[in-house]
Nanobody, 123 residues
Framework: QVQLLESGGGLVQAGGSLRLSCIAS????????AGWFRQAPGKEREYVAA????????YYSDSVKGRFTISRENAKNRVALQMNSLKPDDTAVYYC????????????????WGQGTQVTVSS
């Protein structure tokens, strides 16, 4: 059973940056595609970014493309999300997730989920 633990959330002003990190334990991290999702108050959870097992392919939602960067270090069982040029609309709880297949992850289907980390962007 894989467990995921996110960190790095916090309060930041609009235009600022944050770096989220997610550490996996209890499984073979490199077997999975990894991704980030977010859920704002009163809204459904939405896909943000995904990366395949080898880091050879990355994917982003239109709302974050050009501002966010997903990366992973398999040797450290870690996936990160660098968030730049943050906007108040980015305020949400951010979750990392793992899936056996990248397409599944991009459609919101994940096998493992973290507990989430709060990101708040003030205007």
């Amino acid at each position: 059973q894989v467990q995921l633990l996110e960190s790095g959330g916090g309060l930041v002003q609009a235009g600022g940056s944050l770096r989220l990190s997610c550490i996996a334990s209890g499984g073979t991290f490199s077997n999975y595609a990894a991704g980030w999702f977010r859920q704002a108050p009163g809204k459904e959870r939405e896909y943000v970014a995904a990366i395949n097992w080898s880091s050879s392919a990355t994917y982003y939602s239109d709302s974050v493309k050009g501002r966010f960067t997903i990366s992973r270090e398999n040797a450290k069982n870690r996936v990160a999300l660098q968030m730049n040029s943050l906007k108040p609309d980015d305020t949400a709880v951010y979750y990392c997730a793992l899936s056996a297949a990248t397409p599944s992850l991009r459609s919101g289907a994940a096998q493992y989920w973290g507990q989430g980390t709060q990101v708040t962007v003030s205007s």
